[in-house]
């Protein structure tokens, strides 16, 4: 396999906590591959180390063939790095910013000021491009990081949480930036919260736990367990988690979970009839605001692989920060 990047028993210690422990995988050339985990999983960690911006305790690391294991710096020219918070300087301009990384990757004059009235047009923000980076809201701010960050074309990009905190308009307009340089043949290490951003964009996905890798395959790998089921999640008025085990119980057949206050979600192997259903809550007092048919999510997978709740992931991924 033609591998961009290549970890080998990685292990990264703070003191007495292991943030990463003995992690393997690779990542392909071209390939957009997703790192997903909740807080303090030890995402921001990984990139740190295979950027060069840590040093590993134990393992190894190759990008693009070249070891980086001892030397952050020896494949330095083939990356660019997207922090999870900004790196650049609030007293420049978006320009300023663009063309000074630039000239830290050794870009002439005129290619990196070319190439940084390019990105500001790319992100929509050619209009603010004299106007002092300190002045941009969240999402300008993230996307003049990417632009910053992608300046000299760099084969391999790692973004650290691209999308978090910043104004869904915004937030679609990275997934697409992101697609689009993906399909142009970018190798692309993306950390992510949100599942359903994975989902869409990666093609194959790694969950990480507590420093640990549980389970590393392509979404449509993870999802297929899942295509046999039927899903029905019904919103009522009334206490759920007291229903779940009592549905259990009179269906057999079916399986009941809460997702969320005043949620009920039945699962089956066979096709769910809602109308019976419906009459068990009645009889229990709890009145049926809605049901509809839910089609299987990778959140399911991940649930189920990890034992950790989406909703905590949902919560983790408004906090201010990233987190590891």
Do not use: W
Not at 180 to 206: K, M, N, P, V
């Amino acid at each position: 396999m033609d591998a961009a990047i290549e970890v080998r028993g990685l292990v990264k210690r703070f003191g007495d906590v292991t943030a990463v422990a003995g992690i393997a995988f690779e990542v392909r050339r071209g390939e957009l591959f997703g790192f997903l985990g909740p807080n303090g999983a030890g995402k921001t960690t990984t990139i740190n180390l295979l950027t060069g911006l840590a040093r590993p305790d134990a393992g190894s690391v190759r990008i693009a063939g070249i070891d980086c294991t001892h030397d952050g710096k020896a494949a330095q020219h083939l990356m660019g790095v997207v922090p999870d918070e900004s790196n650049l300087y609030p007293e420049l301009t978006g320009l300023e910013n663009l063309c000074f990384c630039g000239a830290l990757y050794g870009m002439g004059r005129r290619d990196r000021e070319a190439r940084a009235y390019e990105l500001l047009e790319t992100f929509s923000l050619a209009e603010a491009a004299g106007r002092k980076f300190a002045a941009y809201s969240k999402g300008m701010k993230r996307k003049c990081t990417i632009a910053a960050g992608i300046i000299h074309c760099p084969p391999i990009l790692f973004l650290d949480e691209p999308t978090t905190g910043i104004d869904v308009a915004s937030a679609r307009q990275v997934r697409g930036l992101i697609a689009d340089l993906s399909r142009g043949g970018t190798t692309i290490f993306l950390t992510t919260h949100y599942i359903e951003e994975a989902a869409r964009l990666c093609g194959r996905i790694a969950f990480i736990v507590a420093g640990r890798l549980v389970r590393t395959d392509t979404v449509e790998n993870l999802m297929q367990p899942l295509e046999g089921r039927h899903v029905v999640e019904f919103a009522l008025d009334g206490a759920a988690e007291s229903l779940a085990e009592d549905l259990r119980a009179a269906f057999p057949a079916l399986e009941a979970q809460e997702p969320g206050r005043g949620r009920l979600r039945v699962t089956s192997a066979q096709p769910v009839r809602i109308g019976p259903l419906v009459r068990f809550f009645e009889d229990r007092g709890v009145e049926t605001r809605e049901a509809r048919k839910v089609r299987p999510t990778l959140e399911e997978v991940f649930v189920e692989v990890t034992g950790i709740e989406a909703d905590r992931m949902r919560a983790e991924r408004e906090k201010p920060g990233g987190g590891p």
